[in-house]
T-cell receptor
Framework: DGGITQSPKYLFRKEGQNVTLSCEQNLNHDAMYWYRQDPGQGLRLIYYSQIVNDFQKGDIAEGYSVSREKKESFPLTVTSAQKNPTAFYLC????????????FGPGTRLTVL | AQSVAQPEDQVNVAEGNPLTVKCTYSVSGNPYLFWYVQYPNRGLQFLLKYITGDNLVKGSYGFEAEFNKSQTSFHLKKPSALVSDSALYFCAVRADQTGANNLFFGTGTRLTVIP
């Protein structure tokens, strides 16, 4: 069963704590992405990676960090520096660069208490 | 700069009637255009895309979209709406000149199909 998995589905965090969101894909895709979704704002790009051991900041990278040590995995860490982390986080992947659609995971809803 | 506008936050349509969800875009160069659908608390599902060729693109679940270069639009359409089509729809764009495959998303349109 191919696809993208994200875990956990729901995550609760206390203020001041770092938390890591998991994203795994078995589609053999080169590129992976992290988006944040807030009501009425659509999706905003946090980080993306086009190849293992390389990643770039998106539009709202402040307070987040990522790693890409394996092709299949692209974990996102939400640090205590992120001022408003409560949101729905979506991971995606795609083949190559030109015109290929992105495939999305089911998302993780992070709530800061 | 790349951007996408979905001018309607909410679209209501009666079951069986045709539906249209609007999207306009702005890019430098030729656009690659995409439509996605999102059901509550779920990820986005790919519906269709325009890369090149025929301006009318057919996709999943009976949806289609028409690329109009002069109006910079890519409206999503379906001839006969189903209640199960009720969801949040996103239009996305990237320019063919950019190196990465990053997409720019609109803010979404919530479609409600009334039985």
């Amino acid at each position: 069963d191919g696809g993208i998995t994200q875990s956990p589905k729901y995550l609760f965090r206390k203020e001041g704590q770092n938390v890591t969101l998991s994203c795994e894909q078995n589609l053999n895709h080169d590129a992976m992405y992290w988006y944040r979704q807030d009501p009425g704002q659509g999706l905003r790009l946090i980080y993306y990676s086009q190849i293992v051991n390389d990643f770039q900041k998106g539009d709202i990278a402040e307070g987040y960090s990522v790693s890409r040590e394996k092709k299949e995995s692209f974990p996102l860490t939400v640090t205590s520096a992120q001022k408003n982390p409560t949101a729905f986080y979506l991971c995606a992947s795609s083949m190559g660069r030109t015109g290929n659609e992105q495939f999305f995971g089911p998302g993780t809803r992070l709530t800061v208490l | 700069a790349q951007s996408v506008a979905q001018p309607e936050d909410q679209v209501n349509v009666a079951e069986g009637n045709p539906l249209t969800v609007k999207c306009t875009y702005s890019v430098s160069g030729n656009p690659y255009l995409f439509w996605y659908v999102q059901y509550p608390n779920r990820g986005l599902q790919f519906l269709l895309k325009y890369i090149t060729g025929d301006n009318l693109v057919k996709g999943s679940y009976g949806f289609e979209a028409e690329f109009n270069k002069s109006q910079t639009s890519f409206h999503l359409k379906k001839p006969s709406a189903l209640v199960s089509d009720s969801a949040l729809y996103f239009c996305a764009v990237r320019a063919d000149q950019t190196g990465a495959n990053n997409l720019f998303f609109g803010t979404g349109t919530r479609l409600t199909v009334i039985p």
